[in-house]
Structure formats: C-alpha cells, structure tokens
C-alpha cells in the first residue's frame, strides 16, 4: 500500500485553488481534487503556486497549462517564450512522452489526503 499524506482540510482548499503537499501540486477544479508533480516541465516552476484556468494547472512563472488527468502540457510557455519558434509544440511533444506524475487524492473525515 502507498504512503498517505494529508495534505490539508477539506475546507482549505476551495474550487479553483492549489497547495503544495511533499512532491505533489495538489488542486480543486469544480470540486474535483487533483495530485501532479510539482516541477514544470519547462523551466521546473514550483507548480504549487500555479492557478486553475478552463479546468487546467498553469505553471506561475510563463502560464504553461496542464491537463491535470493525464499530465500533459495543452498550451506551451508563455511571454517571451511563445515568440520562440516549435518552442511550446517540443515541450507539449515532451509531456506526452515525459507527463507529470500523477497521485491520487481522497477525502478522510474533514482531511484531504494524497498518495
């Protein structure tokens, strides 16, 4: 059986919301709890500081979004970087081979707790 950790309560984390717990960015979109590891693939941003927009994880540092249930990069570094040529389409390319890891997330009493 994998090692349980509690993240935080229930309560703390509200729809829309992201925290760290131990290796996992662990989010509430619409009231579905998620778990990804917690480094960007594009320049390894804390993913843990990140926002929900449109269902996704965007990474804090250049807004790189993330398809929480499998992993993958859907839109590529922003800013500066989306002015480099095949730039978001490599790292989006990554991710399909390299995804985020996933936990699984559950509710314990008032607790959530990822493994």
Request: glycine share 14%; charged share 20%.
């Amino acid at each position: 059986m994998a090692k349980q950790s509690t993240v935080c309560p229930v309560s703390d984390l509200p729809p829309g919301t992201v925290t760290g717990a131990g290796p996992y960015a662990v989010g509430n979109i619409d009231g579905k709890y998620f778990a990804v590891t917690r480094r960007c693939r594009h320049l390894r941003a804390d993913l843990a500081g990140g926002s929900i927009e449109d269902g996704r994880l965007v990474c804090p540092w250049h807004q790189s979004a993330y398809d929480v249930e499998n992993g993958q990069m859907v839109r590529g570094p922003q800013q500066i970087f989306a002015k480099i040529p095949g730039l978001g389409s490599t790292f989006k390319m990554l991710t399909k081979v390299w995804p985020l890891g996933r936990g699984t997330v559950s509710v314990s009493g008032s607790d959530i707790v990822v493994e």
